[in-house]
């Protein structure tokens, strides 16, 4: 079975663009989270999905958009992009939301650069 | 006071040495704590999952929760060189939609 699977790998913006990232979770899992990792920090939770809602939002701007789409798939939208947005974004998927169950697979992510 | 704490390191053992790497935390609502490797540029690998106080053993990894405490441990026995990575330690709380909160990480380097 795959794993969580993220595209692109590697993307270099400039300040004042926007950048949307894509993830695509376990095959039966139906939670999607995104995080970002600044280097030398472990990873900061973003949003959390689940059927297509939003479940959780951590402390970031409103400049931080995402969805799931019927298929679980998930997209992360970043406008007016800063130099401070420079991060590794990390994708997770659970089977559950809570309980148990609920552990969370993480994709290889997706680095980004804004210059 | 930050949430998790975790000691960056770095850590550097040699082969077959005993490991071990801590969290501190301060929320006494978490119950689920886990242990990820992150390998360089790679995403986190989820190695040890624990939920609420005790131990649990995976072959050569040993995760401890002391919740009176609010410490978190994890061992590795006899190290190898392929257990140089970075060690993030995440925890959350019984609610839905809560989010994993990490530590730092430590970053283990084993030499052969």
């Known amino acids: 079975d795959a794993g969580v699977t993220q595209s692109p790998t590697h993307l270099i913006k400039t300040r004042g663009q926007h950048v949307t990232l894509r993830c695509s979770p376990i095959?039966?899992?139906?939670?999607v989270s995104w995080y970002q990792q600044v280097l030398g920090q472990g990873p900061q939770f973003i949003f959390q999905?689940?059927?297509?809602?939003?479940?959780g939002r951590g402390n970031f701007p409103d400049r931080f958009s995402a969805r799931q789409f019927p298929n679980y798939s998930s997209e992360l939208n970043v406008n007016a992009l800063l130099l401070g947005d420079s991060a590794l974004y990390l994708c997770a998927s659970s089977f559950v939301l809570a309980g148990a169950v609920d552990t969370q697979y993480f994709g290889p992510g997706t680095r980004l650069t804004v210059l | 006071q930050k949430e998790v704490e975790q000691d960056p390191g770095p850590l550097s053992v040699p082969e077959g040495a005993i490991v071990s790497l801590n969290c501190t935390y301060s929320n006494s609502a978490f119950q689920y704590f886990m242990w990820y490797r992150q390998y360089s540029r790679k995403g986190p690998e989820l190695l040890m999952y624990t939920y609420s106080s005790g131990n649990k053993e995976d072959g050569r990894f040993t995760a401890q929760v002391d919740k009176s405490s609010k410490y978190i441990s994890l061992f590795i026995r006899d190290s190898q060189p392929s257990d140089s990575a970075t060690y993030l330690c995440?925890?959350?709380?019984?609610?839905?939609?809560?989010?994993?909160?990490f530590g730092k990480g430590t970053t283990l380097s084993v030499s052969s």
């Open positions: 995440a925890m959350r709380g019984n609610q839905a939609g809560t989010a994993l909160i």
């Open positions: 095959s039966g899992h139906k939670s």
């Open positions: 999905y689940y059927e297509k809602e939003e479940r």
